[in-house]
Nanobody
Framework: QVQLVESGGGLVQAGGSLRLSCAASGNIFSINVMGWYRQAPGKQRELVGTMTNGGSTNYGDSVKGRFTVSRDNAKYTVYLQMNGLKPEDTAVYYC??????????WGQGTQVTVSS
């Protein structure tokens, strides 16, 4: 099992930036993908962006060109740099870790609120 702890959420004005961090502990050597998902009130959880151990990335269409996922493998940490934030980016952001056998672990979530 992997434990994930997020930090960096908060309130920001439209057009601003935020950076989220997520530190992994526990069975970290099983991880092959880390990244971020989000869930807005009344909506399903959706992909924000992920990165494999090899550096390949995958982004949700709504954040492409504005958000960037990065990893510090030495610190077992994944980051989400969010630029050009919009009110529709308001959601709880969840850190996610996956292993090659389909197991997924989730962080507790951090609130991001973008005011117009």
């Amino acid at each position: 099992q992997v434990q994930l702890v997020e930090s960096g959420g908060g309130l920001v004005q439209a057009g601003g930036s935020l950076r989220l961090s997520c530190a992994a502990s526990g069975n970290i050597f099983s991880i092959n993908v880390m990244g971020w998902y989000r869930q807005a009130p009344g909506k399903q959880r959706e992909l924000v962006g992920t990165m494999t151990n090899g550096g390949s990335t995958n982004y949700g269409d709504s954040v492409k060109g504005r958000f960037t996922v990065s990893r510090d493998n030495a610190k077992y940490t994944v980051y989400l740099q969010m630029n050009g934030l919009k009110p529709e980016d308001t959601a709880v952001y969840y850190c996610n870790a996956q292993n090659p056998w389909g197991r997924q672990d989730w962080g507790q979530g951090t609130q991001v609120t973008v005011s117009s």
